[in-house]
């Protein structure tokens, strides 16, 4: 008598938690992770997020992949172009006394997020609804694959004036 394996049903309650793979498109998050940089994620599950994870999110139906700077209760102040969380520059860089200052207080059940990229990044600073819902996150990254990573299709070539040169 031979056994059949058998696939088990995917329902709602007995969903499995699988990790993927997500791949970098845009310079938001440079130099932390660059355009084609392959990421491999996790469901965030009951831990959550917590101040300083990469998060992959659903923004106006775009997948977005930013750094989470407040978590719920955190005040968030944009001051000369420098982020601080609750009196605490993010980048380590002193703030500036008398420059244009915006607040923002995180409400319960919400991230706010940002680029490493400042210069570049679509984020929280600049949206009209700065905060990203519980709800919206899909998953944190937890890591960068190594090596280079192309598209399929994608076959790099050796530079023209290399090929001339070579006899």
């Known amino acids: ?5 058998t696939r088990p ?7 499995l938690p699988a990790n993927r793979l997500v791949r970098v ?3 938001s998050m440079a ?3 660059r355009p084609n940089d392959l990421l491999c994620t996790t469901p965030f599950g009951r ?4 101040r300083g994870d990469v998060v992959v999110f659903d923004h106006g139906g ?14 968030v102040e944009l001051e000369a172009g420098r982020l601080s969380v609750n009196g605490q520059s993010v980048d380590g860089r002193p703030l500036l006394p008398g420059a244009y200052t915006r607040t923002w207080l995180v409400p319960p059940a ?6 490493d990229n400042a210069a570049v990044s679509d984020d929280s600073r600049v949206w009209s609804d700065p905060f990203v819902p519980v709800e919206m996150v899909e998953a944190v990254v937890t890591r960068r694959l190594p090596g280079q990573w192309h598209p399929w299709w994608f076959t790099p070539r050796r530079p023209a004036a290399a090929a001339a040169r070579v006899a």
């Open 25 to 27: 498109a845009g310079e």
């Open 62 to 75: 775009l997948r977005m992949i930013k750094r989470v700077v407040g978590v719920a209760g955190d005040v």
């Open 110 to 115: 919400s991230y706010f997020v940002a680029g």
């Open 9 to 15: 049903t995917r329902t709602s309650t007995s969903r």
């Open 1 to 5: 008598m031979s056994a059949t394996p």
């Open 31 to 33: 130099p932390t992770f």
């Open 47 to 50: 831990a959550g997020v917590r």
